[in-house]
Each structure stands twice: as C-alpha cells, then as structure tokens.
C-alpha cells in the first residue's frame, strides 16, 4: 500500500486556499499511484481555528469541505482533519476528528481523546474528548487512526485518563496513522521522535505520522512528518520548516528493510511524564550553554524567519519597518526581516535623541549598508522639545524622570506607525523575551509594533543569534554586539543601572517562566535571596505591560502571550 | 443548624489579606454562635488564579492556608475553596477542591466535576474533573457539596456528560451547599436563581449557595449568594457588588417557612440548555431595547463600579487620568471614574487639535466643572506640527491621510502617559465595544489606557448609560449628548463617514458577537447583505488591533480580550 504524507502550510478559516492545496496534492498523490493520502490535523480549516469552532457558519464551511475533498477521492484513501458534530445530545458540541473518505464516501472517523489544554493549547474550550475507539479498514489492512496528542500520553505520570492506542491495539490494527498540528519549541526537538519511536516499541506496529507546518500567528509549525516502521527505524523524514510531500511503500518497503543506521534513531532519556512538558534542562549552571548552544540557536532562527513570513502572507503584507538604535535587539530583527521578507521590503528608521551617543547612528547605518536595506534618519529632538514645552504647565520645574524618558520612546513609536500608517508597513517590534519579563521597555514606545520577532528570545539568545547570523561574514557590525546595552533615553544610561546582568537574569528567568519554579528553588541555585525576589516582583508587577503587547513568535516551551496566562490584579511575589 | 454565607472579595495570590477575611468572619460567626461557615470557590488564593496554578510554590501556599483556617476550626465547620492535589498518577495534578474542616481536621473533601472551559473560563487548563463523589456527614446531616458550574448541567442539552448531584442523590443527603465564582453579566441575572431553583426542585432538598463577589482585572462577580428551601423558596438573598455576611438556621426556619410571596422566586423561562451560554434574546428588533432597558444599564453601571474600584484598590493606585474630549464616550468614562474612585483621585486633560470644534472644549469643561474634578488643557497643535516637520522628508507632498489622523492621537496617548508617568495615575481608556469592534480606534492613541470602562458596552448603550449617570439632574451636558458623534481628526469629520449608524451597527454587532450568529442568519434579519459582510470583515480584520488592548471590565456574556479568542492571522468572513 502506497501512501503519501502531505506536510502543507494552512491559513486558519481560508478554505478555499486550504481545499486547493489539499486537493492539488490528492491529484499529485494519484498520478503517482498512491493508495491513501495523509493531511495534517484540522486541515481543512488549518490550525488551531479557536472561537471561529463556536460558529455554525465556520462549522458549515468544514463540512463543505469535507464534501468538496470527498468527490476527488475516487480509487484514492483520504485522510483529512476536520472538526465533526457529536451526534449525541451530552457534552459539547463538536469532536477534533480525523476523516477518511474513500469512494466519494466516510468510510471511517476518528476522535481526539486526549485534548491539551494547556500553554498554547485549548483544545477542551471546543471539543468533547472522544470515548469510542475503533480500528478502520482500508484495502485489507486496519488502521488505528489517532490526532497529535493521543499518542503522546506515555510515562509513569501521565496527564490523561485514558490512552487511545491502549483501546485501539484491542481490535489488531496493522498501521498506526497519526495527523497532527505539533507545534516546534526549540526544548522539543527529539521528543517527536521519541514518542513515535516508544509507540511503535509499545504497540509493535509501524506508524505514518503526518505534522503540519507554518507559523499561526504566534504559534510555529515545523513539519519534520515521520515514517517509523515497527523496530523503530525511521523510513522517512520529512522536511522541516517547509511544505513536503513524500511516498512510502508500506507492503514492500517495510518488512524488508534491512536496520538503516543513518536513518536510525538514537533513543533518548526523555521523560514522557506530565513534566515532559515543562522545560528539560535541570542543571542551574549549563542553563546559559543551553540556551546559546548552536542547535538550538540554528533552529530558533529558522523558526522566527517562518514566522515572520507567515505573518506578512498570511495577514496580506509584504513590507516590515522598524526602529533601528544602534543595539543588538533591533539589528537582530532587521537581518531576521531582511532575510524573510527580502531587504527591498524592509525599511529601518534610525531615530536619535539629545541622549543618542554617537556611535549608536553610525552602527544602525553601518548595519543597514550591510543588509542592503532603505534607512532614513529622523531627529526627535524637536518633537521632544515640543512635548516638553506643552507639558511646562503641568510638569513645572519637577525633575527629570521616567516620564521624560518614556515621550522618548513614544515619539518613536508615533513616528514610526505615522510611517507604517502612510505607506503600508507593519510594524516589527524589537523587545527580547528578558524586557518582557521585567517590563524594561515603554508602553506603546518601544513596545510598540504588529509582531514581536524576539519576544521569546532571552537577551543572552539574542546574542548568539547575532553570532549564527554572522557565522558567514560580518553583517551585524562587531560594535553593535560588543558594546554594553542602553536604552539611551537620559544620559550614560546602561541596562545595568536597572537590571542584573544579563547571563545571570536569564538563568532566573528561564528558572521561573519555562521551568515554574518558586523562590525557594532558585535562590537554592546559588543566587542571592534579594536579587530572586527583585526579579520575580519585576516579572509579575509587569504582567499589565505584557498583556498589551503584540503577538510573539513563540520558540521556547512558555513563551508570553497566549501560552502564559496570568491574572493582572494578582498579587504573588510581587 | 446555624449556617453563615460569607460573601468575601478576594485578592488573588494576597492569601494574607484573604485569611485574614476569611478568619476574621469565622471568629464573627463563632460569636453569633453558627454551626458551620460557608465561603465561595477557591476563596483561600483568589478566583480566577489562572496560570499561578501551575507554580508548585502557589500550591504550597494554598496548603499552607488550609492549616492556618483549620487552627480555627474549635466548635465550628468552615467550608472553603482551595486546589487539591490529585492523590492518583493519571490525569492533571490538581482539583478544585471544595474543603470542610471542623476541629482542626479536614471532615472531608469535594471535587469540581464540571469543569467550565469557555469564555473567560479555563478551568481544565489546570484540574481534572472528579469521578467520585460523596456526602459529607456533619453534625448528623448528610451533606451534598459542589462547586459552581456542577448545579449548573441541567436542560436537554447539557454541556457535560456527568451531572455530579445525580451521583451525590444517591447517597440521600439532607442539603445541598454549592461553592461559586459566578461572574456577572447583565444577560445572567436570572439565570442563577433559576438554576438553584431547578436543582431544588429536582433533588427535594433546600441549598446554600455561597457566589464571591469582587472584580479581577475583567471579571466581575456580583453576590447575590442564595439560600432556597426545598420548595423553591428563597429564603436569603444576599448583598449583589458588596460584601456581605448572613446566618440562616437549617433546621428552625425552613421546615415552618410559610410560602413567603415577597421571596418566592417567579420561575424564568430560562433553558439550561448549552445555548444558555450564548446571548438569549431572540428578536432581532428587540436587540436594540435589551440591550439598553434600564434594568440593565443600572446592573452596567454598578458592575463598571466595581470594576473601576477594585482595578485600581488590587493594583495598589488610587488616581485616575484620562482624556476628556467633550464625545459622549470620555465624558461617560470621567462620570463612572468619579463615582467609583472620587472626584478629588480623578484628572481629565483636554487636547484640541486644529480639527476639534470649539463645543469640544466647552462641553468637556462644562463636564469637569458639574463632576468636581480636575483638569488641564494642553493644545497639541504644536506637537502635531513637529512630527509634520519631522514627517517631511519621508512623507514629502502626499496627501493628508489616517497617517495624519493616527499622528493626533497618538500624541494624546504620549501627553497622557507622560502625566500618569510622573504623577503616578493610572491611565483609563474611553473606547467603546462598537469602536473596538469595527476598529475604530488608534493603536497606542485613544486605545491606550491601563484598563477599559466602557470596551464591553455598546454605543447605544454608552447613551443609556449617560442618561441614567444624569437621572437626579444633569451631570453629562446635554450637549454631548445630542452632539454627533466625530473623533475629530480631520475637518468635518463624523462616525457616520466610516460607520453605519449606531443603532444598526450595534444590533449587527450583537448577532455576530454575543449570539455567533453567522452572515446569512444576520442577513435574514433584514439588514442588507453588502452592509452585513462589511462589518463582519471589520470585526474579523481589526482581531490584532484588539489583541493589543488593555483589560475591558466584562458586562456582557461575550466580551472581548479574555474571553473570546480569534486566530489574528485567520481569514474568515475577511
């Protein structure tokens, strides 16, 4: 039996785009000769759709859909995502369902079981966990059909209930299938793997894992769709970070293949357990190595250049600008958008004030020169001179503050959406994921834009992602890596007045957001009590500014945003 | 048996200040010699504490509360909201846990079964449902104990598939006791009566029920804690916005209560069905007067109050700023913020551009000087001009356009900030649903703010509420009331360039928003197809503009930000 793993890229509620590159590939996989053909989870309306589910409208759409899908399904196995009405009266509404339609006709559904809903996840908000499990036949063989997160329920501790594969197994499938939307966070790289590799080992069955890709907003699809037969050798790898689409062979292919080392998988210790999902790195002191090791750099970059991409041509743009100082942060977005959305569509402003330093220009439009893309420099002084004198009555003869430093950074932001507003740009934002966390950054200023690039890159990541970046030459100019961090906004200011050092910060950070551990735990790692207690109050004090930003392409396992969910009133640590 | 409900707002995460609520009435209903003392879900850390449950510290503090409530048990039952955590391996780490304790020892516990995971609830994020459920005996009574949403399964199409008092029945208890953080919506007042009601009529058996009160960030609850006998009397209603504490006794009162009319409940037509959840009025020409009946706009306004007071008393500030432009929308907002924080905490700064009318001003002083509060004007006309001049050689001779416009009010929003900066208030922003909902707005302009009063209330419903603000005598000048509305960024302009008039706008809106009501449905209402899809794609297309929007205090039960959650790079209807 040939079948065919289709790894495409959706665009949530577009159905006639999603229907045309699903249907494109039936035709493809039937010249080619294939029996069946496998598409992602809920890929009919992409993933994930959220409250468009609560619609009827949208709802309708997806069985449109299916209808559409099934009348290219002659001498062809379908296998599609797409929600499904529960037909009975108790529970919500709708089921996660993987169809296969055969002959014009269904010849069998699957239901999602295990419905995460945590981080990024709410699957439970619209789906009734499915309670029936059965093994589907298509042409002599019985397929156990699961979605994503069925399969991932392994472990001594696990966070469902029930395990779909442990009911199905009772009915003697020959084939595992599974469809999946799995998102890429750099923390979980070969725990794909690894659970497909312990499902095969467990069940003794070969298993066709289809995984979409593209970037959803925030959220980053990374492909890399697998075929593992049933001693756990991969037979096929799919790409990462692009669209594929790939045959195998499963009758003459598999029962022959001899052990492929290059293609066999090298088990690893991954714990399966409920902390699976949190963060794996458990020693205080190689938390920077991690974070900064090359791998996980080469993959973040790669996901943040799908993610801007995706967000351009999915929101039906194609022109980013953004603020250029000078520093790490925004010479790091502009080579990232420069080389998603080529140099000729990305446009730097360079916007000095009275506490610019010199260098800070020359650095911005050395690193333009560079990349190649449009610069132009705007002096805010005047408009900060403006600002200043309509606020003499107010302010009187008060000291220089905070406020004076944040109508710095807002004249920027103004400057730079009148721009954006006038020609069509978005916005980049250039915060890193270590300003977010303790609001280091102004409030419709800095903080401004339609995307944030690094919004869940620490500053130490930043750092090497400059490096990665110039690995093959010099594009970001040395200056701007090696000088110290500045706002610049009064004078001889240095992050450093505010903020502890950076490698030191991002170990706290990274201690509490991705890992949730308490005080306690990461004072025990050594660093002084004050310092922790400094820096947990400074990232929940802050959870109002966060609540404000824009959306963050998310790379790590607990990014901000829609995977971190904190009330703003609350008061703890804070 | 003397049973008190204490009605308590609580601060989430502050678990000293809420002890200490919750211990000081234990000992006042030790004094008024009460049997047993009920308080509301998860009242030991607060409700909603969202992602802090994910914090094994939070957990242990929660713990650390349960034995400080239980030192306070002597010769008296406490029955207490806090998590649990889930002694079995399988399925997530915690329940909502219902907890009785009596001299000193934890009498016995009860599990939330149905787990509210939609709108502006996330419960299964964090707890797995209980699957065992049993009586509590207390001082010779069998006790049936819930949390919230597990009385609220009824109708012939419930959400959940377990119904938790059909299990507890069956163990013949002699009451039944509901824990809740039931939040208000001006659509829900009737519905919790008539859900305990039903209960009460169904299982023959009288119920305390004992709701939390107090705003999270943008979540109100609203009281109104219950106690029916089992004949479907009301036998105590409690306090709706404020705190209150009751005693009634079990077993004196009820069996002798006469059917008392001036309580006995008048049963709604109400179903209990899975649509309860979505918005229930039905004809699409009453929309319009639901939507601003007087009962309801009285509930609104009390509810804003709340939310306004309790945002800034949990934050830690006490003054409020905003922008006072003489439109109905800021002069509704100043109103409310003066009730709610006093005169003397509020500043209203107004900033004519060269395109504002000189009634703007007038009206706005007018405004300030009826309510008592401060207020400055600072003309913008010269910063307009500096960012002109600085604009000019990127925007050369182009036309006027929203650039222009967005240049305005984004100065406002930096003149704001830079007062709420140096003085320390807390910016409120004036925006109303029907903007929000179109987009009509600027990011980081008049969509600034800390918190939204009036981002949940519909324009039509700005105008009742002002009416009712001006029901002892005229606090909001007629003027701005009767005046058109305009946001005043170019010469002559009005809403009603860009937006269908309010009244239909609003009522399209409603349909799409509160009842998911798709184009053809809202179509056959009679408003034209061409119109219908043009709002529709502006709701659907302004998604990242809201994304990026401040907390909006939620009156209706489909507000935007936390509790409706759209894909921003989808396209649907778009």
Redesign the interface.
Request: net charge negative.
């Given at each position: 039996m040939k079948i065919v793993l289709a790894q495409q890229n959706y665009?949530?509620?577009?159905f006639e785009?999603n229907l045309k590159k699903i249907i494109d590939a039936i035709h493809r996989a039937k010249e080619e000769k294939a029996d069946l053909i496998v598409f992602s989870e809920l890929s009919i309306c992409?993933y994930?759709?959220?409250?468009?589910l609560?619609?009827?409208?949208?709802i309708?759409k997806c069985y449109e859909g299916i209808d559409i899908v099934k009348e290219h399904t002659q001498n062809i196995g379908v296998i599609v995502g797409s929600p499904m009405r529960n037909p009975e009266?108790?529970?919500?509404?709708l089921f996660n369902a993987a169809w296969l339609l055969y002959q014009k006709e269904v010849k069998g559904v699957a239901h999602k079981t295990c419905?995460p809903?945590?981080d990024v996840f709410?699957e439970?908000?619209y789906f009734?966990p499915g309670y029936q499990w059965n093994t589907i036949d298509f042409k002599g063989k019985k397929i156990a059909l699961t979605i994503c997160e069925d399969i991932w329920n392994l472990g001594?501790?696990?966070?469902?209930?029930i395990c779909p594969m442990d009911e199905l197994i009772k009915q003697h499938p020959d084939l595992m299938i599974n469809i999946s939307a799995s998102p890429f966070d750099y923390d979980h790289d070969e725990d794909r793997k690894e659970v497909i590799r312990r499902n095969v080992l467990k069940y003794k069955l070969p298993m066709i894992y289809c995984n979409a890709i593209g970037s959803?907003?925030e959220v980053v699809f990374d492909g890399g769709s697998l075929v593992f037969d049933a001693n756990g050798n991969i037979i096929k790898e799919l790409k990462y970070f692009e669209e594929d689409f790939a045959m195998v062979d499963f009758v003459n292919d598999w029962s022959k293949m001899p052990n492929n080392n290059s293609l066999n998988y090298q088990p690893s210790a991954t714990s399966f357990d409920?902390e699976m999902r949190v963060a794996k790195i458990n020693d205080p002191d190689k938390i920077i190595d991690y974070l900064t090791a090359e791998n996980n750099i080469c993959q973040i970059h790669d996901a943040l250049i799908l993610g801007v991409r995706?967000?351009f041509s999915?929101?039906g743009f194609s022109k980013a600008i953004l603020g250029s100082s000078g520093g790490i942060d925004s010479a790091v977005t502009l080579a990232l958008a420069c080389e998603a959305l080529g140099k000729e569509n990305v446009r730097a402003v360079l916007m000095p004030s009275p506490y610019s330093t010199s260098h800070s220009v020359s650095d911005a439009e050395q690193l333009s020169k560079n990349l190649g893309n449009d610069y132009?420099i705007?002096?805010?002084k005047?408009?900060y001179?403006?600002?200043l004198?309509?606020?003499k009555?107010?302010?009187n003869d008060?000291p220089f503050?905070?406020?004076?430093e944040?109508?710095q950074s807002?004249?920027r932001?103004?400057?730079l959406?009148?721009?954006a507003?006038?020609f069509g740009y978005i916005l980049l934002n250039t915060s890193n994921k270590s300003e977010l966390a303790t609001g280091y950054g102004t409030?419709?200023g800095d903080m401004?834009g339609?995307l944030s690039v690094l919004g869940d890159v620490y500053k130490m990541q930043v750092y090497a992602l400059a490096k990665y970046i110039n690995r093959d030459g010099e594009v970001i100019p040395k200056n701007i890596i090696s000088k110290e961090p500045s706002a610049e906004l009064r004078p001889d200011q240095k992050d450093s007045d505010s903020l502890p050092a950076y490698n030191i910060l991002d170990k706290v950070l990274y201690q509490y957001i991705e890992k949730?551990?308490?005080?306690?735990e990461i004072i025990a790692m050594g660093i002084e009590e004050a310092l922790v207690k400094r820096i947990l109050k400074l990232v929940n004090t802050n959870e109002?500014k966060r609540?404000?930003?824009?959306?963050i392409i998310r790379v790590s396992c607990k990014a901000f945003s829609v995977g971190?969910?904190?009330?703003?009133?609350?008061?703890?640590?804070?």
């Amino acid at each position: 039996m040939k079948i065919v793993l289709a790894q495409q890229n959706y665009h949530i509620g577009n159905f006639e785009e999603n229907l045309k590159k699903i249907i494109d590939a039936i035709h493809r996989a039937k010249e080619e000769k294939a029996d069946l053909i496998v598409f992602s989870e809920l890929s009919i309306c992409g993933y994930p759709p959220r409250d468009f589910l609560e619609f009827e409208d949208f709802i309708g759409k997806c069985y449109e859909g299916i209808d559409i899908v099934k009348e290219h399904t002659q001498n062809i196995g379908v296998i599609v995502g797409s929600p499904m009405r529960n037909p009975e009266i108790e529970g919500k509404d709708l089921f996660n369902a993987a169809w296969l339609l055969y002959q014009k006709e269904v010849k069998g559904v699957a239901h999602k079981t295990c419905l995460p809903t945590y981080d990024v996840f709410d699957e439970y908000r619209y789906f009734e966990p499915g309670y029936q499990w059965n093994t589907i036949d298509f042409k002599g063989k019985k397929i156990a059909l699961t979605i994503c997160e069925d399969i991932w329920n392994l472990g001594d501790n696990p966070l469902y209930r029930i395990c779909p594969m442990d009911e199905l197994i009772k009915q003697h499938p020959d084939l595992m299938i599974n469809i999946s939307a799995s998102p890429f966070d750099y923390d979980h790289d070969e725990d794909r793997k690894e659970v497909i590799r312990r499902n095969v080992l467990k069940y003794k069955l070969p298993m066709i894992y289809c995984n979409a890709i593209g970037s959803q907003t925030e959220v980053v699809f990374d492909g890399g769709s697998l075929v593992f037969d049933a001693n756990g050798n991969i037979i096929k790898e799919l790409k990462y970070f692009e669209e594929d689409f790939a045959m195998v062979d499963f009758v003459n292919d598999w029962s022959k293949m001899p052990n492929n080392n290059s293609l066999n998988y090298q088990p690893s210790a991954t714990s399966f357990d409920k902390e699976m999902r949190v963060a794996k790195i458990n020693d205080p002191d190689k938390i920077i190595d991690y974070l900064t090791a090359e791998n996980n750099i080469c993959q973040i970059h790669d996901a943040l250049i799908l993610g801007v991409r995706d967000y351009f041509s999915k929101m039906g743009f194609s022109k980013a600008i953004l603020g250029s100082s000078g520093g790490i942060d925004s010479a790091v977005t502009l080579a990232l958008a420069c080389e998603a959305l080529g140099k000729e569509n990305v446009r730097a402003v360079l916007m000095p004030s009275p506490y610019s330093t010199s260098h800070s220009v020359s650095d911005a439009e050395q690193l333009s020169k560079n990349l190649g893309n449009d610069y132009d420099i705007i002096p805010i002084k005047n408009i900060y001179d403006s600002f200043l004198s309509a606020l003499k009555p107010v302010f009187n003869d008060l000291p220089f503050s905070i406020a004076e430093e944040n109508i710095q950074s807002r004249t920027r932001g103004n400057l730079l959406m009148a721009i954006a507003n006038k020609f069509g740009y978005i916005l980049l934002n250039t915060s890193n994921k270590s300003e977010l966390a303790t609001g280091y950054g102004t409030l419709y200023g800095d903080m401004a834009g339609g995307l944030s690039v690094l919004g869940d890159v620490y500053k130490m990541q930043v750092y090497a992602l400059a490096k990665y970046i110039n690995r093959d030459g010099e594009v970001i100019p040395k200056n701007i890596i090696s000088k110290e961090p500045s706002a610049e906004l009064r004078p001889d200011q240095k992050d450093s007045d505010s903020l502890p050092a950076y490698n030191i910060l991002d170990k706290v950070l990274y201690q509490y957001i991705e890992k949730r551990q308490g005080p306690k735990e990461i004072i025990a790692m050594g660093i002084e009590e004050a310092l922790v207690k400094r820096i947990l109050k400074l990232v929940n004090t802050n959870e109002y500014k966060r609540n404000q930003f824009c959306p963050i392409i998310r790379v790590s396992c607990k990014a901000f945003s829609v995977g971190r969910r904190v009330p703003i009133v609350g008061k703890y640590l804070s």
